[in-house]
């Protein structure tokens, strides 16, 4: 099923109606869709890379409004949608554990999840499970986001076809050792 969506999403890239196809997987996959934007971004930036700042846009602005979706299912829904989504991600175990330490470190799980594969609707639905304060929830959510989606067009832009095999295999893992980068200076500086 899953490959099934994948190739359905590749497909809507040539779809006359792409740009609202990006905007509702955008939207989905930041509560429930299991296939990221990126997917559809990529061959849509390829096709017309003079419309990759707006393809970034409409990812950027669906992904947050999807994810203030997944904080409400969180705070609203948790037991009965929010609950059910995470156990079949195989995160239901660990989500009484991670409660606890969610809110303490919660403006860099949203950054991380928001930049890096790490399923992003986990975290906005763990956001409002454990109230996060919205606010900071949307913040944070529009920066990773922003740096995700932004990234990935502008790499397109100016690269073109040559880097969609960076992207799609390694920029998961650069975008991670940035983020534990950033984290690990903060630290330091806090702390030494």
Same mark, same amino acid.
């Given at each position: 099923m899953l490959r099934a969506l994948y190739d359905w999403t590749i497909r809507m890239a040539d779809h006359p109606r792409a740009l609202w196809v990006l905007a509702a997987v955008s939207f989905a996959e930041s509560s429930v869709f299991p296939i990221? $934007?990126?997917?559809? +971004?990529? $061959? +849509?930036? =390829?096709?017309?890379? *003079?419309?990759? %700042? @707006?393809?970034? @846009?409409v990812a950027l602005v669906s992904s947050v409004l999807g994810g203030?979706?997944?904080?409400?299912? /969180?705070?609203?829904?948790?037991?009965?949608? /929010?609950q059910p989504i995470l156990a079949a991600l195989g995160k239901g175990e660990a989500m009484e554990a991670f409660n606890t330490r969610f809110n303490d470190f919660g403006f860099w799980a949203v950054l991380t999840a928001g930049v890096t594969p790490f399923p992003? &609707?986990? #975290? !906005? #639905? +763990? *956001? /409002? %499970? !454990?109230?996060?304060?919205?606010g900071t929830f949307i913040a944070t959510s529009i920066l990773a986001r922003a740096l995700r989606f932004f990234l990935v067009a502008g790499? =397109? %832009? &100016?690269? /073109?076809?040559?880097?969609?095999?960076f992207i799609e295999r390694r920029l998961g893992l @650069? !975008? #991670?050792?940035?983020?534990?980068?950033?984290?690990?200076?903060?630290?330091?500086t806090r702390y030494l």
């Open positions: 990221p $934007p990126d997917v559809l +971004m990529i $061959p +849509m930036i =390829l096709a017309r890379p *003079s419309r990759a %700042w @707006l393809i970034a @846009l203030v979706l997944g904080y409400a299912i /969180g705070a609203f829904a948790y037991e009965s949608i /929010g992003y &609707k986990v #975290i !906005t #639905i +763990m *956001s /409002g %499970w !454990t109230a996060m304060p919205l790499l =397109l %832009w &100016k690269f /073109g076809a040559p880097i969609r095999d @650069l !975008t #991670i050792v940035f983020v534990v980068l950033l984290f690990g200076g903060f630290y330091l």
